[in-house]
């Protein structure tokens, strides 16, 4: 299928060419995808006040019967969903990290959204290569509201007992058949939003991950977190 790409800056659309080639196209003006998209999914930062600014304005630049969907993690489907003035046509669309990999994507629904477009949703993620799972609109939907709580209990058991990282990781692949451990995983889904992702389930975050992000080591993106990142 045709995809296009819209970066909010210069220097993001740039990586994003770096990475893509020539295969997507890659827009930084807004205006240019009115008239033109079938479906589109958000996936800016996890605030819900820039979502819904960003949902409303391209609510606007969709034709009537489009399809828009938010790849939140944590927020109110239902609250996004009103906040773009697409309710009736609108999904919540949860993949994982990383993308390519991970078969998973938790799909859930404003009470708004017609029937119709739940099946175009499950189509679309089939038509992605995607196993979708409907799931209830809750802070975290079903994977997130049980692994941060989980993932942080790692991270109170490695101050506690002093363990480092790679020991505990390795205890739950080569014991739990863990794809990935707990601390890696907060690397790779980035600290600062693993911080927003626990307030928003209630989660109680470990002082030493809010260290981490006062300190700049995010995870991978920022080179540095529980491990060091070339």
Not at 25 to 47: F, I, P
Request: net charge negative; proline share 5%; aromatic share 6%.
């Amino acid at each position: 299928m045709e995809t296009v790409l819209w970066a909010r800056s210069d220097a993001s659309a740039q990586r994003a060419r770096e990475k893509l080639g020539d295969e997507t196209q890659v827009l930084t003006d807004l205006a240019e995808m009115a008239g033109r998209s079938t479906v589109v999914v958000e996936a800016v930062a996890e605030n819900a006040e820039v979502k819904g600014e960003l949902l409303a304005r391209i609510h606007e630049s969709l034709p009537p019967d489009g399809l828009l969907a938010t790849t939140t993690s944590s927020l109110s489907v239902g609250e996004l969903a009103q906040a773009s003035g697409r309710a009736e046509r609108f999904a919540g669309l949860h993949v994982f990290n990383p993308v390519e990999k991970m078969d998973l994507v938790e799909l859930a629904f404003p009470d708004a959204t017609e029937d119709s477009v739940r099946e175009e949703f499950h189509h679309l993620c089939e038509a992605l290569g995607k196993t979708a799972v409907e799931v209830p609109d809750v802070p975290g939907f079903v994977v997130n509201r049980l692994l941060f709580p989980f993932a942080f209990e790692a991270v109170r058991l490695a101050e506690d007992t002093g363990l480092e990282p790679k020991a505990i990781d390795s205890c739950m692949k080569l014991g739990a058949a863990h794809p990935l451990g707990p601390l890696a995983l907060l690397d790779l889904v980035g600290l600062d939003v693993a911080v927003a992702i626990g307030e928003s389930i209630d989660a109680d975050v470990p002082d030493r991950v809010r260290a981490m992000v006062d300190e700049g080591r995010l995870g991978r993106k920022s080179g540095a977190g529980f491990y060091e990142y070339s």
